[in-house]
């Protein structure tokens, strides 16, 4: 029987619960930085012009139906997010025809996958190491499938950047072949990316350590605004040759986040049988999809797909884009402009240096609990705030309380 042996309770997703003690704050001040979601200047949701666009492109098409899509999801889509994050259709990857790409349920779903398929393939040292700190979630993915988890060193609490001795030598210590996973461009939780030098860095190290790359880019073109910019280290990963996965997602880049489009990508190496291999995979990805989710869902995909289909719309896509990651940019200045206009104790500079949606503050739990009760501000316990809760109207609020919290 079910009893409370056999299925104890367990605890709420500590995100979701944040969610709903905000929701239920009456106060006229409370503030979100909880969760990681693009909100405008009047602390709203936004749905991306270009969206609306391809919506109504949808919507008019009387060809539209609502059969199955393929197990691998739209090829139109598909083939346009491998572009996407490759660099364009002269990446040697897909010149090579070395790439296979399955639309997966958002970019969590991407991860899943991207784990069963490691779970089950996977020659070398099957340990994933994650960034400590990580997006929650890569912890409980893995562990479902039975990849055990191991952690690099990532943030440094003296400088509020990368630790990247840290980093370099725990993945040094690592045993051989060992899985790595790694955020293509605006870290979660910290907002600390390497410099293209330090992935340099960390390329050869894999390389030499013949460790395996996963990259998880739930944030392309969100992070600096500029797309080509936000796939550099996956780039510099492809160019030297690296057998890679990634997880893409396009929940932030589109504002998407509900309607789970996402694309899971196997590169392999190059070599003369790559082709071979490549459709191998394609073929054992197909039966692990149809297990899980037999086909994946439709609409998210086809708006992502009018867009990046249509130089027209790519162009205002990538407009839309500049205006959210300029907001946030806009917003970490007015943050530390404010908290150094306090004289607020401490050094502020890394609210600016860290990009993307979240930054780590740097407040202690027992000032995060503080904040929330004494200032209505609601952020995780590790300190991180998303940055898309920041507009206009609160960014003074939200320094001045920081300042009495940390004094
Ligand atoms: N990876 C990372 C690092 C993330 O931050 C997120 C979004 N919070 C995801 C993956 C996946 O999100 P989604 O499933 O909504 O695409």
Redesign the pocket.
């Known amino acids: 029987n079910f009893t409370a042996e056999v299925v104890p309770q367990a605890p709420e997703d500590p995100l979701f619960g944040l969610m709903r003690a905000y929701r239920a704050d009456q106060d006229p001040n409370k503030v979100d930085l909880g969760i990681?979601a693009y909100r405008d200047d009047n602390a709203k949701p936004w749905v991306l012009p270009v969206v609306k666009k391809a919506d109504e492109t949808l919507r008019n098409d009387p060809e539209l139906n609502h059969e199955y899509a393929p197990i691998a999801g739209i090829a139109s889509f598909t083939s346009k997010a491998a572009e996407l994050i490759l660099g364009g259709a002269d990446s040697p990857a897909i010149r090579e025809k070395r790439v296979t790409s399955v639309q997966t349920i958002?970019?969590?779903?991407a991860?899943h996958l991207g784990a069963l398929f490691l779970a089950r393939f996977y020659t070398g040292s099957k340990k994933v190491y994650l960034s400590d700190p990580t997006?929650a979630n890569h912890n409980q993915i893995f562990s479902n499938v039975g990849i055990p988890i191991a952690k690099y060193p990532y943030f440094s609490k003296e400088t509020s950047g990368l630790d990247f001795e840290g980093m370099k030598a725990a993945l040094h210590g690592a045993p051989e072949g060992s899985i790595v996973l790694l955020?293509a461009c605006a870290h979660?939780p910290t907002g600390v990316d390497p410099t293209l030098e330090q992935w340099k860095e960390i390329a050869e190290l894999l390389r030499v350590k013949k460790h395996f790359p996963f990259f998880?880019c739930?944030y392309q073109g969100f992070a600096s605004g500029d797309l080509m910019k936000d796939n550099a280290a996956v780039r510099y990963f492809v160019e030297q040759g690296f057998e890679l996965v990634i997880?893409q997602?396009f929940?932030k880049n589109f504002g998407l986040?509900g309607e789970r489009a996402?694309c899971f990508h196997v590169v392999t190496s190059p070599a003369s049988d790559a082709e071979t291999t490549i459709a191998r995979i394609a073929s054992q990805l197909a039966i692990l999809q149809r297990s899980e989710i037999s086909n994946p869902p439709l609409y998210g995909a086809r708006i992502a797909s009018i867009v990046l289909n249509d130089p027209k719309l790519f162009a205002e896509w990538e407009e839309n884009l500049r205006t959210m990651s300029g907001r946030i940019i806009t917003m970490r200045k007015a943050l530390r402009a404010k908290l150094e206009e306090l004289g607020t104790p401490g050094t502020w500079n890394h609210i600016t240096d860290q990009i993307g949606m979240f930054s780590f503050t740097g407040l202690t739990e027992p000032q995060v609990l503080k904040i929330r009760s004494d200032f209505h501000i609601y952020m995780t316990k590790n300190g991180r705030i998303s940055m898309a809760g920041l507009n206009t109207k609160n960014v003074e609020y939200v320094a001045k309380a920081i300042d009495k919290i940390v004094r």
């Open positions: 990681g958002s970019g969590t779903g991860v997006w955020h979660n998880d739930a997880a997602s929940a986040y996402g």
